[in-house]
């Protein structure tokens, strides 16, 4: 553990919290891609797995059950509480387009040919591009509620920060993941744009828009 990647879980934790915070209090999941948050489901199911199988630490094991229970429940509240509000004419995004090269890319460059081991580096490749829906979802309707800018950022900074834990685990620890850095410097990239906006625009009060 390293000020970048607990910096990293707080950012990550956020964004879950936000999220809800703006499904519950609006009722209403507009502007919100379905198809990203049933990625990110996806991801964090195949991720963490081993926790019924390893042991690492009390927060290890807390925060992995807190995320599966945020994702599904951001899922459930998208796709049965507040389907109605549900925007499926904008979130259009063909999400197979991502899934299926995610896995056949963990089926041949992982880093060791186990069950627990493809699922986890499948579940890295998918995460570094389940945002794209929702990218899309924004940038199709033009604009974002400032909540969902604030959620988007503090996701984008989860990423972020943890290519910096990458960074500094290799200085101070010799410890290199090439798998997760190259996914994390992908994810974060698709992020630049979205910061640039963000930091020029929602920090001054302005409502975030983006060219349709």
Same mark, same amino acid.
């Given at each position: 553990?390293? &000020?970048?990647?607990?910096?990293?879980?707080?950012?990550?934790?956020?964004?879950?919290?936000?999220?809800?915070?703006? #499904?519950?209090t609006? %009722?209403?999941?507009?502007? =919100?891609?379905?198809?990203?948050?049933?990625?990110?489901? #996806?991801?964090y199911?195949?991720?963490?797995?081993?926790?019924f @199988?390893?042991y690492?630490?009390?927060?290890?094991?807390?925060?992995?059950?807190?995320?599966?229970?945020?994702?599904?429940? @951001?899922v459930?509240?998208? !796709?049965?509480?507040?389907?109605? @509000?549900?925007?499926?004419?904008?979130?259009?995004? %063909?999400?197979?387009f =991502? $899934?299926?090269?995610? +896995?056949?890319?963990?089926?041949i460059?992982?880093?060791?040919?186990?069950?627990?081991?493809?699922?986890? @580096?499948?579940? &890295?490749y998918?995460?570094? $591009?389940?945002?794209?829906?929702?990218?899309?979802? $924004?940038?199709?309707?033009?604009? +974002? *509620?400032? &909540?969902?800018?604030?959620?988007?950022?503090?996701?984008?900074? !989860? %990423?972020?920060l943890?290519?910096?834990?990458? #960074? !500094? %685990?290799?200085?101070t *620890?010799?410890?290199?993941?090439? &798998? +997760?850095?190259?996914?994390?410097v992908?994810?974060?990239?698709?992020?630049?744009?979205?910061?640039?906006?963000?930091?020029?625009? $929602?920090?001054?009060?302005?409502?975030?828009e983006?060219? +349709?």
């Amino acid at each position: 553990m390293n &000020i970048f990647r607990m910096t990293g879980d707080l950012s990550h934790l956020l964004a879950a919290m936000l999220l809800l915070l703006k #499904i519950w209090t609006t %009722r209403s999941c507009a502007g =919100i891609s379905g198809k990203s948050q049933f990625l990110f489901a #996806i991801v964090y199911t195949a991720r963490y797995l081993d926790l019924f @199988t390893s042991y690492v630490s009390v927060y290890n094991s807390f925060m992995k059950v807190v995320f599966l229970a945020a994702s599904f429940g @951001t899922v459930y509240l998208m !796709y049965m509480k507040f389907k109605a @509000t549900y925007d499926h004419n904008h979130d259009t995004f %063909r999400a197979e387009f =991502i $899934v299926l090269p995610a +896995a056949l890319l963990a089926l041949i460059i992982n880093h060791e040919f186990t069950i627990f081991e493809v699922l986890w @580096t499948f579940s &890295i490749y998918l995460e570094s $591009v389940a945002i794209l829906p929702q990218l899309f979802l $924004v940038s199709k309707t033009g604009e +974002a *509620e400032s &909540i969902t800018s604030h959620y988007l950022f503090a996701l984008g900074a !989860y %990423r972020a920060l943890y290519l910096l834990n990458w #960074i !500094y %685990r290799y200085y101070t *620890e010799d410890y290199l993941d090439l &798998i +997760a850095i190259v996914a994390g410097v992908v994810q974060t990239a698709l992020y630049c744009d979205f910061f640039y906006l963000y930091i020029t625009r $929602v920090l001054k009060g302005r409502k975030l828009e983006l060219p +349709a």
